[in-house]
Each structure stands twice: as structure tokens, then as C-alpha cells.
């Protein structure tokens, strides 16, 4: 990856000066550079033949986010809608379409998503009915609610299009499964008949993911198009499936949505470690007094608070992205650790949280040049907006740990060791004892930094990276504005931010602000950059 982000193809400032268009298809010719270089695949996730480089792929989709947050979006897209096809299909469905996906002979984009359902895909519109005449699928948006919405990749790119929809046959709803669907017949050209583009343009960050949406009306599928490793039709349109019934179907079908979770973390620890590597850059030159006396704001002490408290909080996403990885490595191919493979990443994906508490702090750390889009931090701030309610809404996750931590109670029989784990059972134990067990939004997203915590702690002790008195002070810094636990000062002092400055320094690469030094007084005042103006002569 490093070798790549040298490239000129990689160079970040063309996301400045290319109108979106351009920037939309560089991304992608970015995307496919990296899947020729082999950094990224579907074959690499947990439970495919190269699932041993699992660890490398979540490494280079966090660089990817910290260089441009709409790549790691548009990767994603396409991951997520190879992995519907690889869980959903036939084993001659998966051997068909295997190289077009991992080679990314085509661009996929996966359309699960309704703009009228958002969260509640239990309840998504969109149809596929069997037509007994023509012994063909069509495939129908019924209402304006039921367009597929917010799909990445779809815009301008996507050949192909992974549908989530309800089989309907004779009148029946059979409930919900994977459709394989022909988008265009080459990158860029029109939509198939039947198939209108929606832009879902303009939008508040990540510019160059070509999100749209799509109405389908009449489109004819063949049979093939029906992911079939569950469920299947045969040429009369009889309906077979292993899965009893439309609930089970339902469940399985969303399933797949697991390992991507965890791409949005790297991608913000990454992005963390990068502002906070700015910010204290920043920090290292700006005056605050000039010579004889000269000070610079890392002589200032209040300041130091607030650098010492990004950098904990980066660090704390560090081992957060770690305890996550090492998790879904370890208990992937166990039958109890895949039950607990969504808790574990919906509480990484809450992670997304902190991230954006990192990235206000540095921008505002920064002034007015945190604010230049040049130096990076403004970028990744409105970048990483979106990264709280996608690929799993913060909030709906934080409920979804919140009952599982409810459910198993898990300190029922032994007694908590650490102050996350007697938050938790805390929590737990005052739920418990209400009459049907309600909490707050406010008590779940305490109970899933608890966990967050917990997760932390647990790697630090697995493989220590720091010493223990920063611990002390994430864990305070964690408890007093996460936890709702009492406030314990935290002492930062020059060495502890250096120290936390060598261990998150980014790759040389991603760090391209001109505000890391002061030759950003040249950059930023020279002729290239000044707009010359006529003024309207004065005086007649
Ligand atoms: C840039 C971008 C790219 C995307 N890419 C894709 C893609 O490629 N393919 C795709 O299919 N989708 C995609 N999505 C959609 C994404 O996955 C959805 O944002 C997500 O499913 C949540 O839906 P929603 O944003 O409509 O929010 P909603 O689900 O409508 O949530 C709105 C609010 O209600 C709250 N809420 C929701 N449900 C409940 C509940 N049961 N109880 C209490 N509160 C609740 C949420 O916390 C949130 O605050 C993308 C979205 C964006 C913005």
C-alpha cells in the first residue's frame, strides 16, 4: 500500500482540484489498483481460502481511510456485495462469479437499503416474482419508499448489483433473498431497461463514493439470478428452500453483514492517528509567544490536556481495532465465538463514536488551519460523519450489545475484575430488575463503551503497548466522560505526548498538510495559490 500512495495515480490533492465527476472515477481507478496489487479481496476475509491475510486486508483498508475515507466506502461496497454472493450463492454460482468479483472484473454494488426503511430491513418493499409464462423473475420497486438508496457504487460504475428483495411466487411472499442483477453492460454506460439511476447527490462527506439509488420496473431475471445455496425455483416455478421459513430466510440473508464492521474502525483509528499526528505537529511551531521568550503551544499546559486526551483516545481506538481483529481471528471458526461475532463487531463499530470526538478536538486544536481543507483533518471530519450510521447505526448496535449484555449476564456467576466489567454488571443488574428489563439510550451506549473498555483492556494485556500509567490515564479519561464514573484528573506532560507521538505516528505518506511545519506561510500565501482581482478604476 505504501508503494502505491507514492503513485501519482494516489496523489491526495487531486481530490481539491478535480470536479466530482473525476474525482468519482479516479476513486474507483484507485479501488481497482489496489485489488490489482492484490491488498484486497473477498478470498481474504474470515472463513475464505485466504483468510490467513485477514489481519493485512483490515491494515490496508485503515490506511485507505485515513487517505481518503470514500475509497474504504467504495472498496466496501463492493467487498460487502461479493460477500452476498459468496454466502448466498449455489457452489456454481460462487465458482461462476468468483473471479469477476475478487479480480473486480466487474464493480459490484450492494442494494440492500430502502429510502423509506433505512434500519428496518426487516420490512424492505422491493419485489421478485416469479412469471409462470415467460419462466422468469421480475424484479419491482412498488413504491417510492421501496427505491434503493444510499447504494455505493452504483452511480456511474456498477455492472452488477446485488438486490436484497422479497421472492414473491403466485401471490406468496417467500421472504427475503439475494438477487444477482445486471446493472449496465460496461462501467459507465446506461442503465439496463427497466432500471432508473437515482443520485443521492449532494452529501455531506465522502464525495467520491458514487452513492445512488435505483427503481426497478419490470426488469427480467433468469432463474440463475436467485442466489441459491438456500433456497431455489425450478422451471415450473416450485419453490424449495432448507430454511423453514420467511423469519429464518430473513435472519440469514443479513447475516453476512459481520466482518465489514470492522473496516470502518481501522479506518477511523487511522484517521485519529493522523490528526492527532498534525495537530501536534501544528503544536510544535505555532508561537504562542515570540523570541527571546519564544513558547509554542506545546509549552502550554492546557493545551497539552487536550493533545494528551486525542492521543489516549487514538491509542484507546488502536486497541480497540486490534481486540476486534484478534477476536474475529480467534473465534471465527468456533461454534459459540460466531454467536458472539456481531456483539463483538457492532462494539467496534461504536468505536465510530470516538472517532469523530477525535477529530472535532483537532480540528478545533488547530484553529483555523485545522479548518483549511489542505490539512487534512477538516476532510476527515466531514469524511467520517457518515461512519456513525452506516454499515450499522451506532445507536441500533449500541441496543443490540445492550441486550445481549442483558441476556447473558455474563457476571451472573463470577464477580467483575475490572472497573468496565462492574460498570457493566451495574448496568445489567438495574435492568434486570425493572419490569421487563427496559434501559435507556442513554444507559446502552454507557453499557457498549463499557464493553469497548473491556475489549481495550483485554488487549493491552494480551500484548502491552504502552506503559501502564497511560493505561491508567485512558481508563480515567475513558471513565469520566464514557462512563459516567467520577472524574480523576490526568496528568500530561511532555513526555507522555512524545512518546504517544512516536507510537501513532502515521506512514509518512498519508501526511501531506502543509500546516506540519511552517512552510505552510509559503505554501498557503504563495502566487499559485492568491486570486488576483480588477478593481473598478476609482475616481471619475
Ligand atoms: C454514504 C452512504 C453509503 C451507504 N452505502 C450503502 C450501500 O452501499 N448499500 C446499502 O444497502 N446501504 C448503504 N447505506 C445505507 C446505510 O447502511 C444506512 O444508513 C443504514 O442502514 C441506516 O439507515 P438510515 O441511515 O436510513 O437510518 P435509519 O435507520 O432511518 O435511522 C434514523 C435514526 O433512527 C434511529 N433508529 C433506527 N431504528 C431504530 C429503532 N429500532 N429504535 C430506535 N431508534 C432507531 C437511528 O439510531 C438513527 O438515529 C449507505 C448510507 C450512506 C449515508
Not at 470536479?19 to 475464505?48: C, Q, S
Request: glycine share 6%; charged share 25%.
Amino acid at each position: 500500500m505504501r508503494d502505491l500512495l507514492q503513485e501519482d495515480l494516489f496523489d491526495p490533492r487531486q481530490r481539491h482540484d478535480l470536479p466530482l465527476r473525476e474525482y468519482m472515477d479516479l476513486t474507483i481507478d484507485r479501488m481497482k489498483a489496489i485489488f490489482r496489487h492484490g491488498l484486497v479481496d473477498n478470498d481474504m476475509w474470515m472463513g475464505r481460502p485466504q483468510e490467513h491475510a485477514f489481519r493485512s486486508m483490515c491494515d490496508v483498508m485503515g490506511l485507505t481511510g485515513a487517505f481518503d475515507f470514500a475509497l474504504t466506502s467504495t472498496i466496501t461496497d463492493h467487498l460487502i456485495a461479493g460477500s452476498a454472493l459468496f454466502n448466498h450463492g449455489s457452489p456454481e454460482q460462487v465458482d461462476r462469479y468468483h473471479d469477476e468479483i475478487t479480480q473486480m472484473h466487474e464493480v459490484y454494488a450492494f442494494c440492500c437499503t430502502e429510502i423509506g426503511g433505512g434500519t428496518n430491513l426487516r420490512e424492505i418493499r422491493t419485489t421478485v416474482s416469479w412469471n409462470h409464462a415467460e419462466q422468469c423473475f421480475t424484479l419491482d420497486t412498488p413504491t417510492d419508499a421501496a427505491c434503493k438508496f444510499w447504494i455505493g457504487n452504483i452511480k456511474h460504475a456498477a455492472t452488477v448489483g446485488m438486490v436484497l428483495a422479497r421472492l414473491v411466487i403466485d401471490g406468496e411472499d417467500l421472504g427475503h433473498h439475494w438477487f444477482r442483477v445486471p446493472l449496465r453492460n460496461e462501467e459507465n454506460g446506461p442503465a439496463l431497461p427497466g432500471i432508473t439511476i437515482l443520485s443521492c447527490d449532494p452529501k455531506g462527506g465522502i464525495q467520491a463514493n458514487q452513492v445512488g439509488g435505483a427503481r426497478f420496473t419490470g426488469v427480467r431475471l433468469p432463474r440463475e439470478a436467485l442466489m441459491g445455496r438456500y433456497s431455489s425455483v425450478d422451471a415450473d416455478g416450485r419453490f424449495s428452500s432448507t430454511l423453514p421459513d420467511a423469519g429464518t430466510r430473513f435472519v440469514k440473508s443479513i447475516e453476512t453483514f459481520v466482518q465489514e464492521r470492522i473496516f470502518p474502525l481501522s479506518a477511523g483509528a487511522r484517521a485519529c492517528e493522523l490528526a492527532a499526528h498534525l495537530t501536534w505537529r501544528f503544536a510544535a511551531h505555532r508561537e504562542t509567544r515570540g523570541a527571546p521568550r519564544r513558547r509554542t503551544l506545546l509549552d502550554e499546559p492546557l493545551y497539552l490536556e487536550r493533545l494528551y486526551q486525542v492521543q489516549l483516545r487514538s491509542l484507546a481506538l488502536r486497541l480497540l481495532e486490534r481486540a476486534v481483529v484478534r477476536g474475529v481471528e480467534r473465534d471465527w471458526h468456533t461454534d459459540p465465538g460466531r454467536k458472539n461475532m456481531h456483539v463483538l463487531t457492532a462494539t467496534g463499530k461504536c468505536g465510530s463514536w470516538l472517532v469523530l470526538d477525535v477529530l472535532a478536538a483537532c480540528r478545533e486544536m488547530c484553529g483555523s488551519q485545522g479548518f483549511h481543507g489542505l490539512n487534512q483533518i477538516v476532510t476527515l471530519r466531514t469524511d467520517f460523519e457518515v461512519n456513525v450510521t452506516f454499515a450499522g447505526d451506532n445507536s441500533v448496535m449500541a441496543y443490540q450489545v445492550a441486550r445481549n449484555a442483558m441476556s447473558s449476564d455474563r457476571f451472573a456467576t463470577r464477580t467483575p475484575v475490572t472497573l468496565p466489567q462492574r460498570v457493566e454488571k451495574d448496568l445489567v443488574d438495574t435492568w434486570r430488575g425493572r419490569q421487563g428489563g427496559s434501559f435507556s439510550h442513554a444507559d446502552a451506549v454507557v453499557l457498549v463503551h463499557a464493553r469497548m473498555l473491556d475489549l481495550i483492556l483485554a488487549e493491552h494485556d494480551a500484548e502491552p503497548m504502552v506503559p501502564q500509567q497511560v493505561m491508567d490515564d485512558l481508563v480515567a479519561d475513558f471513565a469520566a466522560h464514557k462512563l459516567r464514573e467520577p472524574h480523576r484528573p490526568v496528568a500530561a506532560d511532555r513526555e507522555k505526548i512524545d512518546f504517544l507521538a512516536e507510537l501513532l505516528a502515521p506512514l509518512p505518506e498519508l501526511v501531506t498538510a502543509p500546516m506540519v511545519d511552517d512552510s505552510y506561510l509559503t505554501e498557503l500565501t504563495s502566487s499559485a495559490r492568491s486570486v488576483s482581482m480588477t478593481l473598478p478604476v476609482q475616481g471619475r
